[in-house]
């Protein structure tokens, strides 16, 4: 039983390191889209590149602002968002970028 307990606190513990920073603060369950850019050019198209993080200890991906402009196939940036979700030991953090 001391285990199980030990494990549960070594989890929780490691959750908070798959929180990726927003400005909703740390929260067990989140999902929040955040502004980052806006021009007073319009877009058309939209572009979306994502990165995940595991208990804080592996993270993959690409959220760059070009590889976003590159999936919607945008040269002119109008705006870029940032979207975070967070599920207790998986975080995921995409960059939204809108153009023509």
């Given at each position: 039983m001391k285990k199980v307990l030990?494990?549960?606190?070594?989890?929780v513990m490691l959750a908070a390191c798959a929180a990726p920073a927003s400005y909703m603060g740390f929260a067990l369950v989140s999902e929040t889209s955040e502004p980052t850019l806006v021009t007073a050019s319009t877009g058309t198209k939209t572009g979306k590149a994502c990165a995940?993080?595991?208990?804080?200890?592996?993270?993959?991906?690409?959220?760059?602002?070009?590889a976003a402009k590159k999936a919607g196939n945008i040269r002119t940036v109008a705006t870029v968002d940032r979207e975070v979700k967070h599920m207790v030991i998986i975080g995921e953090v995409c960059t939204v970028v809108t153009g023509n």
């Open positions: 030990a494990l549960a606190a070594v989890v995940k993080n595991f208990l804080g200890i592996y993270a993959t991906g690409d959220m760059s602002v070009e």
